[in-house]
């Protein structure tokens, strides 16, 4: 079951989303997070198909952000 991870700060937006890909896939495994910090910390232990990520968050800078993604094992 492909699986996507889900990082974006405001909830309309978040629930929007979520909506959108149930309909074009309900058998997607969506985790979702408010904050960068957690989302790294499971994707350190998990994998992701797909990262959607919010672009604007006070504590970590989009580029930061991809990079740290991109270290991560797996």
Do not use: C, N
């Not at 889900?6 to 909830?11: F, G, K, N, P």
């Amino acid at each position: 079951m492909p699986t996507m991870l889900l990082l974006d700060r405001d909830s309309s937006r978040r629930e929007h989303l979520v909506q959108l890909i149930r309909k074009i896939d309900p058998d997607i495994k969506i985790e979702v997070f408010i904050k960068p910090k957690p989302a790294l910390s499971w994707l350190y232990w998990h994998s992701a198909d797909l990262v959607v990520a919010d672009s604007k968050f006070t504590d970590i800078s989009a580029t930061s952000l991809i990079q740290k993604v991109r270290a991560l094992p797996g």
